[in-house]
């Protein structure tokens, strides 16, 4: 038996690094300190494997060899005018530079999930900028915690535990010492945990932000309710984030991903820009998938731009809204499109998976998904931060390696290395034409 120690889990945006891991014959049998989710991953990631590379052939994948798979990737990419690489958000960072650099051979598209998830948070820091720290300094100091549009015990069970809430932190003692507001449209199981939970109308939340700013500057609210909330409660919400001694507010896509989307953003931003006037405020996004974070930090080195960067002029542009994936699908530009370690078939509007079935579909994978169900070509690949070791981006910005804690099936690699491999096919077939 093999014990791994301080593993850093490659499931949400929390990144824990404390996990135990136990192999035994090259399989993981524990993983101690895990959630439910971790824990999942780490025992059942070998579950509905890719057996074999594939490619379509009269409607029907078949086994191939692995060269076949990549010769056929570059064929496709080389000869599309426009293609999409899409993912890469379970993918080490050493992958998304890659995968950059594959965009720019091929004159394509590089964008992420955070184009239909975090996207308007990125933008946000664009517009107002953004007031953060460090999950370890909220875990020292914070004593005002506010979720707002983030089930963070649902989608993250140890971020309370370990960062916000109840963490003991060198001058917070736990939950006695800090306040948790939950600040939502239902009754998520935060909110049932948290000190106070305060039930917003739906898609209201840009008007009860500017409320809530409105009362911050002692100003009068002209209303006796907004988003259903009565405005005593409102004052009363502002004078706990006034007098607070360090606050920071969470968002999730409650936040994002709602009526006012980008408008909700610059909301909470300046808000928490109005806040350190009175007292230190922090900001930050509840990332979901554990390398969401790092594709955008990898895309702003490399290109200047976080995600939907179109690479097609020789020069790096970014316009979300035009450049973003969903928008180019649905204007029917796009000739081919490369997924990495994502389901977009399951996930976008069925309106969308349509339009990405109708141009050649490339998945690059460990598992089974819809999308690989319905791909030309699929690539077989290995789990980043199980079977292969690289970089990834917490939820803070926060850079945390990934081990490699058993050894890959014989005929897969990591996503690196077959991005690697097709860039030098795309690159000969470039010379040869
Ligand atoms: S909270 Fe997230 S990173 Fe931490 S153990 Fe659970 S799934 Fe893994």
Sequence with gaps: ??????????????????IEVSVENNKIVKARNACAMGTTKFLNYNNDRIPSPMIKNNGVQKPVSLEECIEKTAEILVKAKYPLIYGLSLSSVESVKVAIELTEEVGGV???????????????????GESTGSLGEIRHRADLIIAWGANL???????????????????RNGKEDRNLIVIDVRETLTAKAADKFIQIEQGKDFEFINALRTALRLEQIQKDKVAGVPVEEIEKLAEVLRS?????????????QVNGKG????????????????TKFLIMPARGHFNVAGVNQVATWQTGFPYAIDLSRGYPWYNPGETTIIDI??????????????????????????????????????????????SDVVIP???????YEGLAYRMDGLCLPLKKLVKEPDNTMSDEKVLKMILAKVRELKKVN
């Design 329 to 374: 699908i649905r204007r029917g530009e796009s000739d081919a499109t490369l997924v990495v370690g994502s389901d977009p078939i399951a996930h976008f509007p069925p309106a969308i998976s349509k339009r990405l079935i109708n141009t050649p579909l490339i998945s690059i994978d460990p598992a089974h998904s819809m999308t690989t169900m319905v």
């Design 381 to 387: 690949s290995s789990f980043a931060g199980i079977e």
């Design 110 to 128: 590089l964008d992420n999930q955070t184009s239909v998830c975090h996207g308007p948070g990125v933008q946000g820091i664009h517009d107002i």
């Design 263 to 278: 408008r909700n953003i610059d909301g909470l931003f300046s808000l928490t820009r109005d806040l350190n006037s009175w």
């Design 1 to 18: 038996m093999e014990i791994f120690q301080d593993v850093v889990c490659p499931v949400c945006g929390c990144l824990c690094d404390d």
């Design 244 to 256: 607070c001694e360090f606050g920071v507010i969470f968002f999730g896509q409650g936040v994002t």
């Design 153 to 171: 015990q649902e989608a993250h069970p140890r971020h309370m535990e370990r960062y916000s809430y109840t963490s003991k932190g060198r001058y």
